[in-house]
């Protein structure tokens, strides 16, 4: 036999009581939304708990990948105006006389050799700049850079001669980077080098030290 208990019309909430708890629980959706929600998915943090928590860094990090990954999809470093091939296009025949091959050695030779270069310049809050060295397949060069005590989103990449539109050959890349050393291997003929982004909001002074086997370098942003 079923002894099935009803709840009598006493023990059910009413009205007033069901509209107290749709009123609480929206101000607790409310509360979790500014607190937890937005500072973690839009790092928009309006009462602070969101950086207390965490969840505030945590959004920003998101944010600014997502924004690298655009920039890199829509804004592809474009390749500099080609340079004139090594310097064996331009060696004279030898016509019986020593000098013109002698001088043909000298020429190409300090390219082949080392070169030492310091360069430094100050990026804005949201800037970018751009250096490349041109080299040849095979060459190296060393290099050292800083943010002179701040932080840079970097990419090392590197274009062929009349690299076709969009091309891309990285490196290396890396965000929120204090400084970064290492040998730069030329993958092919063309010129290679470092974008840097400030994404904090302070001016940053990156310095770029290189030596090594590279035709030139300059500044291409």
């Known amino acids: 036999m079923l002894n099935n208990q009803f709840p009598t019309q006493s023990e059910l909430p009413t009205s007033r009581q069901l509209l107290r708890s749709t009123v609480i ?3 607790a959706a409310l509360i979790l939304l500014v607190t937890v929600v937005m500072p973690a998915e839009y790092a928009i943090d309006p009462t602070g708990a969101g950086r207390l928590l965490g ?3 945590m959004a920003e990090v998101k944010l600014q990948l997502a924004e690298e990954a655009a920039a890199d999809a829509a804004a592809p470093v474009a390749a500099p105006a080609p340079v004139a091939q090594p310097a064996a296009q331009t060696v004279p025949e030898p016509v019986g006389v020593a000098e013109p091959a002698v ?3 000298v020429e190409s030779e300090p390219a082949a050799k080392g070169q030492t270069h310091e360069m ?5 809050p949201g800037q970018g700049a751009e250096i490349k060295v041109e080299m040849l397949k095979g060459t190296e060069v060393n290099f050292f850079w800083s943010a002179n005590g701040g932080v840079v989103n970097y990419d090392t990449h590197g274009d062929p ?3 076709p539109r969009g091309f891309y050959h990285g490196y290396g890349k890396g965000r929120a980077t204090p400084e970064e050393k290492g040998v730069l291997v ?3 003929d063309g010129h290679h080098g470092w974008f840097w982004r400030n994404r ?3 001016p ?3 310095t770029l030290r290189t030596e090594g086997n590279y035709i030139a370098i300059k500044r291409v942003i």
Do not use: R
């Open 186 to 188: 030329a993958a092919f």
């Open 204 to 206: 940053v002074t990156v």
């Open 103 to 105: 001088a043909a050695t």
């Open 55 to 57: 969840l505030t860094q």
């Open 200 to 202: 904090t909001n302070k």
């Open 25 to 27: 629980a929206l101000i």
């Open 161 to 163: 001669y009349n690299a």
């Open 120 to 124: 430094t310049f100050a990026l804005a």
